[in-house]
Each structure stands twice: as C-alpha cells, then as structure tokens.
C-alpha cells in the first residue's frame, strides 16, 4: 500500500513537472539591406503663379496658361509683357527637391524642352530652354525647399489666333 | 576392449551426425526477437517561409532563414517582394513579408506565443519592425494566438532614418545585416 501511494505520488510530480516546462521553439531570420542615397523632385503650385491644374507635389505636373493675348485679359497668376514684335506670358512654378540618406549640400537643376519649338521661345527661371541640350537653371540648388522657376513663352504677333502651344519641360536635378 | 573402442565410435559417429544434422537445420532456419520500445516526446519547431507577397527567403522551410531586402531608398527603385509604405522628412519605410509557420506534436497547445528580438542594438539609423511592434534586444511579443500548422504571414519592416551618413543616418552603400531571433512557446 505504501508503495503504491509513493508510486502514484512519483507519478503526479512527474505530470506536474512535465506539464510547468514550456514548450518552445527558436529560429533565426538574417535580414540584409543596403541603404543608399536618393533625391525626388516634385513640383509645387507657387501662390503668385498659375496654380498647376495636375500633378501638383509629384514630378509629372500640368501647367495650364489658359487663353493668352497680347493686350487682351489675361488669367491671374500670369506675367505679361509685351514688345512690338511678341508678347511673353510667365507664371511661377516651384521646384521642390528633397534628398535622403546623402550629405550632399545642394543640387544642380537642368531642364530641356520635349520637342522643339521654332516658333515660340520658352524660358525656365530666366533661362531659355529648347530641345537640342539641357540649360543649367542652376547650380546650387537648397534642398526641402520651394524654388521658384518662373516658366514663361514668349510667342511672336504672327501667330495665328486659336493656336495651341503645348510641349513638354524635361527637368533633372542632380545632387551635388 | 574391443567391445569398448565399437561403443566409443558408435556414439562418435552419432554425434557427428547429429551435428552436421544440426548444422543443415541451422542454415534454413533462423528466428530472432528483437523487444523494440520508444518514448513519444511532445515538441514544436518554427520554420520561416517565403511569402508570395515577400522577397524570397533564403534557407526557407527552415528555423534560420534569411531575407534580403536588396537596395532600398527613399525614393529609388526597390526589389520585387518590396514596398514602400511611408516616406516621411525623418525617414522611411521599406517593407517586405514573410511567414512563420510553427507545429507541434504531442501537445494538448492549440495555439502558440511568438517573440522577437534583435541578436545585437540596431544599427545606426534603422529600426526593425514585425507587425508593427519594434523589435529591441529584448523579446517583445508579436503574437499571442498562433495557429500551428499554418504559415502566417508577417510585415518586416525597416525604417530607415533619411538623415545623412555621420549625421544620425545609416551606412549607404554597403549591405546592412541584422538578426532577429524568434521564440515561439505552446500556450
């Protein structure tokens, strides 16, 4: 009898103490990633500028002059001036670039028209861009901040009235 | 004498054939008992699987995977099986998944606890995240009610500080690796 209650009482520690070890399992994930430095350009809506009717904070933005006369009214936003042969028409644009993961002090800004243009002169920040190579609009640029490259066409008398004048500014920013 | 020497070889030639009769039934017959007996312990393991979702583990379907994230910035292009959830000024998230799947048999456990930790402190200008928890160097829980026998995917994000190298950022340029150690228990 004896040996049967000190079996049982054996038996019950052993369930006890089976039963207090938790069961575990480990493993281990390496995880690997190579961080390297990059800079985004977005295009911001100047307040004393034509606001851009699309694309507004991204690097793929829509600026719409609307109607455009010499002498005639003209949107707000729009710079106009006027000579005897041809009138320009300018609105701001801010260029925004942000850099990440890299001690570069400033960038360089460049830009290039899509197609060309014989007829019509386009300007970025005072500088005239055409398609035949990049114009530097300049070459210290400030990161995180909105700079503003006033973009403007200058289009002759001798256009006819109810011309569409479009293209595309191919603009890079390059981390100096 | 005579007698004698006659008894002698006729129990000698008994014997010899008893043992070559012997020896015949010997090499058509043989039987053997072997007592076999086990002990069924109770356990469970942890393997990392690839998620379809994911970047390809290497050493997947086993319990020391590894995941690599390739290049990863704020704005460039990233590897396949990797997204960008949030890019902010201070910094950004690259993210990818990965499934944990943990058995057990012999357990009454119907779900399971899993933990990570870092192996060492993160490096400089990264943070390591699962489903949202921050891992440190000690155990923090991602979750409480596993289900065995079923691969369940989690987020592993970093998130990278977009400051400069020197100046609170990461190394760039240059693989970083960290380890992330991963308990599973049996509730």
Known sequence: MKKVMLLTIFAALMMISSAAVAQTATGTLTVTATVNGSIQLVFNSDAAGVALSSGAGTNTATLAFGNVSAFGAISAGIVRSTTASNFTVSSAVDVQVAKTNSASANYTLKAQLGAADAVNTWTVGGVAVTNAAQSTLTATGAYAANSNFPVAITVPFTTASGTLISNTINYTATAN | ?187
């Open chain 2, 1 to 187: 004498m005579l007698k004698n020497y006659i008894s002698i070889m006729r129990g000698a030639g008994l014997a010899a054939l008893m043992l070559y009769g012997a020896s015949l039934v010997a090499q058509t017959t043989a039987t053997g008992v072997i007592n076999g007996s086990l002990v069924n312990k109770n356990g469970i393991s942890i393997q990392f699987d690839t998620d379809p979702a994911g970047v390809t583990l290497g050493a997947a379907g086993t319990n020391a995977a590894t995941a690599n994230f390739g290049a990863v910035s704020a704005f460039g292009p990233l590897s396949g099986g990797v997204t960008r959830p949030s890019v902010t000024a201070a910094n950004f998230t690259v993210r990818t998944i990965f499934d944990v799947q943990v058995i057990q048999g012999g357990l009454t456990s119907t779900t399971y606890t899993l933990t990570a930790n870092l192996a060492a402190a993160a490096p400089t200008g990264m943070n390591y995240k699962v489903d949202a928890v921050t891992l440190t160097t000690a155990a923090q829980t991602i979750q409480v009610n596993g289900a065995y026998s079923t691969a369940i995917p989690h987020n592993l994000d970093l998130v990278v500080s977009t400051a400069a190298p020197g100046a609170g950022g990461p190394a760039v340029g240059t693989p970083i690796t960290t380890t992330i150690n991963f308990t599973a228990t049996a509730n």
